[in-house]
């Protein structure tokens, strides 16, 4: 009966293959005509039953890059083309990662086709060089990727931008203000991309404001943006907490049923000391026949979280417990997490045990995987076990006596397993993490290694030991299981290796383009006290291939070993969640047919979506660490330090301190030779001296900058002939926004200044109330003014921020509007470089166009007064002729002085020419607008006059009747 469920289900799964080959084969038959879902559906004859896998179908053939929908929703093959990831680049051009390809595709800056960072794309090689990177061009865009990005919001009167965090996003995204969602200029927000823009026209992309995460200035808003850039959940949903909340307090005995009994089992859970969920538990003890017995316990989290609910769910969708220098974003809630998943001491609590037998040359003769039941009898910490077995300390020996004696016997134990795993090659990297601690507002005080002691070692020997044995288990069962896998190194890694450690004298033994990890291990336990120890482990370790999950057991080369998986973390670690769920059906006896095809058809979407998300957390840790160090460093610009060159690119070399802090040293700064990068010995080497600098090498540096935004530190190279105090230093950088709104903060003050000093004046000349209020209403219409000059001042300002290549630095305010007339310039033929301009530290560079606009407009606005009677701007008068500058722009070339005694000329011959009877040109006006208005009607609405408006003619045109009579 199983072999013909079987037999079904593989028949099935032929039939859905042939149909989506047939579909595949229909649309890229040349007599094909491009149709929608439904008309395939329908000249294919398939039934309403199965539209929902032709659906499916179509999906599948789109992400495989075999078939389009276009903006029709009409499905037609795709052009010929690779799929792989873009990434872009600040400076235009970008990437493509290809899955199985072992370097990028590079994309000019005139090939992204309008490509945005994280989309799915089609690329088409170019021809090929001898000796460079593949080259292509996007010549489709399959998937877009990213629908949201956080940024900073700059607030405008009539719409916002919102510059990305990440430096990877070249353009500003444009935020009508009605979409805004009434954010303000420094706040961080996310931004949902409604238009990706047009590369090739120059638009930007446009989006709307979906949340406002905080200020820009508020405590641990820098950490949450990271966080929502990444797209990483920080709050569970109501349905999640409140299932969470449902959760038993305690062990019931019906939860005991069917479990092994292991409370009368002395065990320990060893972790660090602000540690709360604490998932595992051990115990070691030997028999009268010299074997060890090792159990693991972890806590049986699977019995909470039931497969398919909320819980399960949104845990699957986080993939991960990410840990953050200021927090901790957990995969399940804390009630869980910190609760009855936690192994608490002295409290019992469910387990899947993993018991095994070894002997004395730390082989696993036997071994036991059960549901169980414990009590932990003591919360330990790694200090306080480190104490026990290495220090001998007295006073911790004597507060945990009864411990003690199973503590040696642990040590012993873990001693055993490292050497057998030494032996068989496993490659041990000397890995170092920073320990970063923060002041109550998120600042960064002090900056730490964090060693791990020889009760870390124990701890992480056991576990290895229990995953090898629970993958290997079920690895013989052949059953669907999910492993921790890492494979082998590449050819060309493996090869650049060698010749790189063939200038030190050592070589690696490769067999049929094969090399085995005893190999490496070999290779560092060579190395180890060497000059060249650092250089070289730095380079085997970027050889090493990234870790991953898989249904396919493959073997980990780093451990050396064939059989691995993560057994050992349910808590934080789905994974680890999953495997607990096969194991409790196959320890219950459920592991039918049925759950088989099951587990077989969900496996490898599991393993894939959690690889993704160890990454993305790796990702966020690390951009974390790296905000808060450049934050810290800040506070030591100047001062001088020694570090180990720890990266040589063609474009300079990274340099670590002792504080695991990482700074650059840009080659353009390198001053004193001219440098060549070698790739292959990663030196760079000066062509006149001969100084050479390479990887491991100590160099002596002064911290010049630091920019918390790009999470970047500077440093200079301090040698011999170099005095530290000559080197300038690059005050820290503060976020553009945070200068606009200093800025704007600054003019309001003088403007306030300026009102307060004006009020006091009239005070002083005795002003009346009326005339006082007559005065504040002309400053209310003159504000209509600035209004106008202070929108403009916003827009240029943005441009400012705005990176433009084909143009130089000018300052606007540098040019002399009397001497450059912005009608007639071309700036091909201006000598730019006589304009003096100072680059500040954002590059303001705007286009040719943009800056013949900007001054037009400024000239516009300098040539506009408030009206006395609308307060609407106006054309300003020459007080001497009251005549309008109307009719004398910027076209005529001439300067103002020019102008005004052209413009006297012209009234005093019209003058002389019109005789004493002649109207007055404002009557004469008047009478003009009469005849071709006509009378007013009765009934028409009547305009409210103004009280100085007596008649038609202006007010230049009374003064003037005046002076006649």
């Known amino acids: 009966m199983a072999k013909r469920k079987k037999k079904n289900e593989q028949e099935t799964f032929m039939i859905a293959q042939d149909r989506k080959a047939m579909v595949n084969a229909f649309i890229h038959d040349d007599r094909y005509s491009p149709m929608k ?7 294919l004859q398939v039934e309403k039953e199965d539209r929902n896998e032709l659906a499916q179908i179509l999906e599948d053939l789109i992400k495989e890059g075999q078939i389009i929908r276009n903006s029709r929703g009409r499905y037609l093959k795709s052009d010929a083309g690779i799929i792989g990831v873009f990434t872009s680049n600040s400076r235009g051009f970008g990437f493509v990662t290809v899955e199985g390809r072992d370097e990028d595709i590079y994309i000019p800056e005139g090939d992204t086709g309008n490509a945005f960072l994280g989309d799915t794309v089609a690329v088409e090689l170019k021809p090929s060089q001898a000796g460079r990177r593949e080259e292509g061009r996007i010549i489709r865009i399959v ?11 700059e607030s405008s009167k009539t719409f916002g931008f919102v510059r990305a965090d990440n430096n990877k996003i070249p353009n500003d995204i444009f935020v009508p203000k009605e979409r805004s969602k009434g954010a303000v200029s420094g706040d961080k927000v996310v931004v949902e991309i409604t238009d990706y823009g047009d590369s090739v026209s120059g638009k930007n992309p446009e989006g709307k404001v979906r949340e406002i995460i905080g200020n820009i200035n508020d405590p ?16 569970f949903p109501e349905r999640v907490m409140n299932q969470a909340m449902r959760t038993a307090d305690e062990v019931s005995e019906a939860d005991m049923l069917g479990r092994r009994d292991l409370r009368d089992v002395q065990m ?9 969920d604490l998932d595992d538990a051990v115990s070691v003890s030997v028999d009268e026949e010299g074997f060890y017995h090792l159990g693991v316990h972890i806590a049986d989290v699977a019995n909470y979280v039931q497969e398919g609910s909320a819980l399960d769910r949104e845990a699957l969708k986080r993939g991960t417990s990410v840990y953050l220098v200021d927090r901790v974003i957990p995969m399940l809630p804390h009630k869980l997490s910190n609760g009855i998943c936690s192994l608490n001491h002295g409290e019992d609590r469910l387990a899947m045990s993993c018991l095994m037998k070894i002997n004395s040359k730390g082989e696993i003769v036997d071994h036991e995987i059960v549901e169980s039941v414990i009590n932990v009898d003591e919360r330990m910490t790694y200090t306080s076990v480190g104490k026990i077995i290495v220090d001998n300390d007295e006073e911790e020996k004597e507060k945990y006596a009864a411990l003690v004696p199973m503590f040696e016997q642990m040590y012993e134990l873990a001693k055993i397993l490292k050497k057998r795993r030494s032996d068989r090659g ?16 998120g600042n960064p005080v002090s900056i730490e290694k964090e060693e791990r002691g020889p009760a870390n070692e124990l701890i992480e020997d056991f576990m290895l030991a229990a995953n090898e044995t629970v993958a290997q288990h079920f690895y013989w069962m052949s059953v669907p299981f999910v492993y921790r896998t890492h494979e082998q190194p590449s050819e060309a890694k493996i090869d650049t290796l060698t010749n790189f450690i063939r200038g030190f004298g050592y070589h690696l033994n490769i ?23 650092s250089i070289i482990s730095r380079v085997a370790l970027r050889s090493m291939m990234q870790a991953k999950y898989t249904t396919e057991c493959v073997g980990h080369f780093g451990l050396a070993l064939q059989y691995y998986c993560h057994f050992t973390s349910p808590i934080r670690r789905y994974p680890d969640l999953q495997i607990h769920r096969i194991i409790k059906d196959s320890i219950r006896g459920r592991l039918d047919e049925k759950k088989l095809a099951h587990y077989a058809e969900i496996l490898p979407d599991v393993a894939k979506h959690c690889s993704d998300t160890e990454r993305r957390a790796d990702d966020a840790e690390r951009d974390t660490d790296k905000l808060k160090k450049a934050q810290y460093m800040e506070q030591h610009i100047g001062e001088v330090y020694e570090g180990v060159v720890s990266g040589v690119t063609a474009w300079g070399m990274f340099v670590e301190l002792d504080n695991t802090c990482e700074g650059m040293i840009r080659l353009a700064e390198l001053t004193d030779d001219y440098y060549i990068f070698d790739e292959q010995n990663f030196t760079l080497t000066g062509t006149d001296f001969g100084k050479e600098y390479r990887l491991g090498q100590k160099v002596k540096i002064k911290v010049v900058g630091a920019d918390r935004l790009e999470k970047t530190v500077d440093f200079r190279i301090v040698d011999d002939d170099t005095d530290p105090d000559d080197i300038e230093l690059k005050p820290a950088k503060k976020h553009y926004v945070l200068k606009l709104m200093e800025e704007e903060a600054a003019r309001k003050s003088e403007q306030e200044a300026l009102k307060n000093l004006q009020d006091s004046k009239n005070a002083s000349d005795g002003i009346s109330l009326d005339n006082s ?5 002309k400053r209310k219409k003159k504000r209509n003014l600035d209004d106008i000059s202070d929108e403009f001042e916003e827009v240029n300002d943005h441009y400012r921020s705005n990176r433009h290549p084909d143009l130089r630095d000018i300052d606007l305010d540098d040019i002399d509007l009397d001497d450059i007339d912005p009608g007639d310039m071309d700036l091909e033929d201006m000598n730019l470089e006589d304009i003096e301009s100072k680059a500040d530290e954002d590059d303001n560079l705007m286009t040719s166009l943009e800056l013949r606009e900007h001054l037009r407009k400024k000239r516009l606005i300098e040539g506009l007064e408030p009206d006395g009677r609308t307060g609407r701007p106006r054309e300003k ?22 102008q005004e005694q052209e413009s006297m000329d012209k009234d005093s011959k019209r003058k002389s020419s019109k005789g004493k009877g002649s109207k007055d040109v404002s009557s004469r006006d008047e009478g003009r607008r009469f005849k071709e208005n006509g009378p007013k009607e009765k009934g028409h609405k009547k305009y409210k006059v103004h009280k100085y408006k007596k008649s038609a003619t202006s007010k230049a045109a009374r003064s003037s009747q005046k002076k006649k009579r």
Do not use: C, H, W
């Open 220 to 235: 641990g808003v820098d950490i949450l943006a990271i966080v929502k850039g990444y797209e990483i959940p920080s709050e």
């Open 143 to 153: 998937m877009r990727g990213m629908t949201e990005v956080v940024g900073t919001y």
């Open 511 to 533: 067999r049929q383009d094969e090399i085995r990890p005893m190999e490496i291990q070999k290779l560092l336990t060579k190395i180890k006290g060497s000059r060249e120890e």
């Open 877 to 898: 008068k020459l007080r001497s002729g009251n005549r309008s500058l109307k009719g004398r722009s910027v076209r005529t070339g001439k300067g103002s002085y020019e």
């Open 426 to 441: 496993s490659i041990e990297f000397d890995s170092v993490e920073a320990k970063i601690k923060l002041d109550s507002e």
């Open 37 to 43: 879902e439904k008309e395939l559906a329908v000249f």
């Open 773 to 777: 209020g007559r005065k504040s209403a």
């Open 268 to 276: 320990v859970t060893i972790d660090g000391e602000e540690s709360k």
